[in-house]
């Protein structure tokens, strides 16, 4: 997302806004969640999910009307996020090994 802002990288709508088409999305639908959909991190780990492609949705947004000052305060935010969505996925991946 920073090289996106910075003019570096192109980036498509459908490649950033879709939570199920990226790598993390298809594989919470197409196994995560029929696996371990139970463990309570599982679904805070989705509704995190769902809520950083929104984010990158609006920064792409703001990117396009040129408010690149509004773009780089949702990357603050952005990067919280990734991070949490980490910690999630390390927290489910010792639940279930």
Do not use: N, P
């Not at 910690?87 to 010792?94: H, M, W």
């Amino acid at each position: 997302m920073r090289g996106f802002l910075d003019g570096q990288e192109s980036l498509t709508d459908a490649q950033a806004v879709s939570h199920k088409d990226c790598e993390l999305g298809k594989w919470l639908y197409a196994d995560g969640m029929t696996k371990y959909g139970t463990i309570e991190d599982m679904k805070t780990l989705e509704k995190e999910h769902i809520y950083l492609h929104a984010t990158v949705k609006r920064i792409i947004e703001l990117k396009h009307t040129g408010d690149t000052v509004a773009a780089k305060r949702e990357l603050e935010k952005l990067d919280q996020i990734s991070q949490k969505v980490t910690a999630l996925l390390t927290a489910v991946e010792q639940k279930v090994s």
